[in-house]
């Protein structure tokens, strides 16, 4: 009797036989698993092995031989079906857990600034796109940041900070209630948000009157 992950690693294995022909590495399966540790996979490889079910290849790379499988000591026409339906259940696990859902916080100005309202919404974003702390979503409105690639209809990640460094693009609150989206440049007791479109200009502005709500961290589009 196989455990889950014994079973699961034995059909991601005999898969990439026969759809690559060769074996996943070890990274490649502490990745599908959700494992943190090469001698986790070890342990159940070898488990495997000793239950009969794969094999070693001497002095080859990466040399795992698919023996027999749980599903053919059952019998029957629906093996293959069985195990393409666990691999395709085992893939989108996989995917689910590389997603993280993050608010959708409403709307800002790329061009004069409007108010961002906190709107009942989520949206799924790769974590790969995203570092440590708390992030939200925001959709942009406006061209004023689309000579380095933000388009009005975009959807920006942001990272929750109150701090920024010269030259970062920023979501900044202005006066308490107005919301854009720009690059900022601090001198002295003065804030400059800078726009990336020609068309705008920079507005520059006491210190006092500006405070960072986040910083860009990437983004989203939809092409229609």
């Given at each position: 009797?196989?455990t889950?992950?014994?079973h699961?690693?034995?059909?991601?294995?005999?898969?990439?036989?026969?759809?690559?022909?060769?074996c996943?590495?070890?990274?490649?399966?502490c990745?599908?698993?959700?494992l943190?540790?090469k001698?986790g996979?070890?342990?159940?490889?070898?488990?495997?092995?000793?239950?009969?079910?794969i094999?070693?290849?001497?002095?080859?790379?990466?040399?795992l031989e698919?023996?027999?499988?749980?599903e053919?000591?059952?019998?029957?026409?629906n093996n293959?079906?069985?195990?393409n339906?666990?691999?395709?259940?085992?893939?989108?696990a996989v995917?689910?857990?590389?997603?993280?859902?993050?608010?959708?916080?409403?709307?800002i100005?790329?061009?004069?600034p409007?108010?961002?309202v906190?709107i009942n919404?989520?949206?799924?974003?790769?974590?790969?796109?995203?570092?440590?702390?708390?992030?939200?979503a925001?959709?942009?409105e406006?061209?004023?940041?689309?000579?380095?690639?933000?388009m009005?209809?975009?959807?920006?990640?942001?990272?929750?900070?109150?701090t920024?460094q010269?030259?970062?693009?920023v979501?900044?609150?202005?006066?308490?209630?107005?919301?854009t989206?720009?690059?900022?440049?601090?001198?002295?007791?003065?804030?400059?948000?800078i726009?990336?479109?020609?068309?705008?200009?920079?507005?520059?502005l006491d210190?006092?009157?500006?405070?960072?709500q986040?910083?860009?961290?990437?983004?989203?589009?939809k092409?229609?």
């Open positions: 009797m196989l889950k992950k014994q699961d690693l034995l059909l991601f294995i005999a898969s990439n036989l026969k759809d690559k022909g060769i996943p590495s070890y990274e490649e399966m990745t599908f698993l959700g943190h540790s001698s996979i070890n342990r159940l490889v070898k488990a495997l092995e000793e239950r009969g079910f094999r070693r290849l001497p002095n080859k790379a990466r040399a698919v023996l027999t499988m749980p053919e000591k059952v019998g029957g026409s293959q079906k069985l195990i339906n666990r691999l395709q259940e085992m893939e989108m995917a689910n857990d590389n997603l993280a859902e993050i608010p959708l916080c409403g709307k100005a790329c061009g004069t409007i108010e961002a906190r919404e989520t949206v799924c974003v790769p974590t790969q796109m995203m570092g440590v702390g708390e992030h939200y925001l959709t942009v406006g061209d004023s940041m689309k000579n380095i690639g933000i009005d209809g975009d959807t920006v990640i942001i990272q929750r900070t109150d920024a010269n030259g970062m693009i979501v900044a609150l202005v006066d308490g209630y107005e919301v989206l720009k690059r900022i440049r601090i001198q002295g007791n003065k804030v400059a948000l726009p990336e479109n020609e068309a705008y200009e920079t507005r520059i210190a006092d009157r500006v405070s960072v986040g910083r860009l961290v990437g983004l989203l589009r092409y229609h």
